[in-house]
């Protein structure tokens, strides 16, 4: 049988999942941030929809997204660095990187009285934009282009490497997602049977052979390439390869 053309089934690679900073509901609340193919494949575009969070229906409201929490020295070993989506005063936003451009403490959200975001660890503060307002800082945190249409912000994710590879197995029998799974990084499957239509979390086997019930896969080293396998579904459609996501 002729293997599936992979730029044919995977449109599209989705973030998607929120869980609670407050650490009781970890993970919960999925919601779903679309990740489409950019020209390149080392770099992704993630769509966020600024409605899904509270804190940005508010002037100068911030949300933190990572992919994993902060660790006590309030620094971070994933692989997708936290971001930073303020509102300003109006109906504008920006996106930055949310390291620090001293250590690499992991910034705090954006302070509406102040207009700062505060690094915790030796107190550098930074402009609403990204800009020092004073250090020890001596750069800007890095900003992220976006465009938007309505609520939903494209981002450009440079250094993503998120390409997906879709094969049947070699027993023919399943279909094989492989990709470059990163440290600190939860994956899930979804599939939907239109481009536009709902996504639907599958389980999958981490061998060819095994049983088609796990639901996450987390990257335990950067670098590796991961073979997911996926039962056939009856219908045509995408799958997508997740990366969970959420304020952290
Ligand atoms: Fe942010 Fe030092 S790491 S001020």
């Given at each position: ?9 995977i ?5 998607g999942?929120?869980?609670s ?15 489409q ?5 080392w770099e992704?575009?993630?769509k966020i929809d ?29 692989w ?12 504008d936003?920006y ?11 992991i ?26 307002r ?6 800007p ?8 249409q ?7 994710v ?6 997906v ?16 799974a990163?440290?600190q ?7 939907r049977e ?9 389980d ?11 639901s996450?896969?987390?990257g ?8 997911l ?5 009856g219908?045509?459609g ?11």
């Amino acid at each position: 049988m002729k293997a599936v053309s992979r730029r044919e089934v995977i449109k599209t690679f989705a973030l998607g999942a929120v869980f609670s900073s407050l650490g009781a509901k970890s993970w919960a609340d999925s919601l779903l941030f679309e990740l489409q193919q950019a020209p390149a494949f080392w770099e992704g575009v993630l769509k966020i929809d600024v409605n899904a969070f509270p804190a940005l229906a508010e002037p100068l409201g911030s949300v933190r997204i990572g992919t994993f929490p902060i660790g006590a020295n309030q620094k971070t070993e994933a692989w997708l660095k936290p971001m930073m989506i303020n509102r300003g005063e109006g109906d504008d936003f920006y996106v930055v990187s949310a390291v620090c451009t001293h250590e690499e403490c992991i910034v705090r959200r954006l302070d509406a009285g102040s207009r700062a975001m505060v690094c915790p660890c030796h107190g550098s503060a930074f402009e609403i934009d990204g800009q020092v307002r004073n250090g020890p800082a001596g750069f800007p945190l890095p900003s992220f282009e976006f465009t938007r249409q309505g609520s939903v912000l494209s981002i450009s994710v440079p250094q993503l490497f998120y390409d997906v590879t879709v094969a049947q197995s070699a027993s023919k029998a399943r279909i094989e997602l492989r990709f470059v799974a990163f440290f600190q990084t939860v994956y899930e499957v979804y599939f939907r049977e239109t481009i536009d239509g709902p996504a639907q979390r599958v389980d999958f086997a981490v061998t060819e052979g095994g049983p088609a019930t796990t639901s996450e896969f987390t990257g335990t080293i950067n670098s590796e390439y991961v073979s997911l396998f996926v039962d056939k579904p009856g219908a045509h459609g995408f799958f997508q390869v997740a990366v969970k996501t959420g304020e952290v």
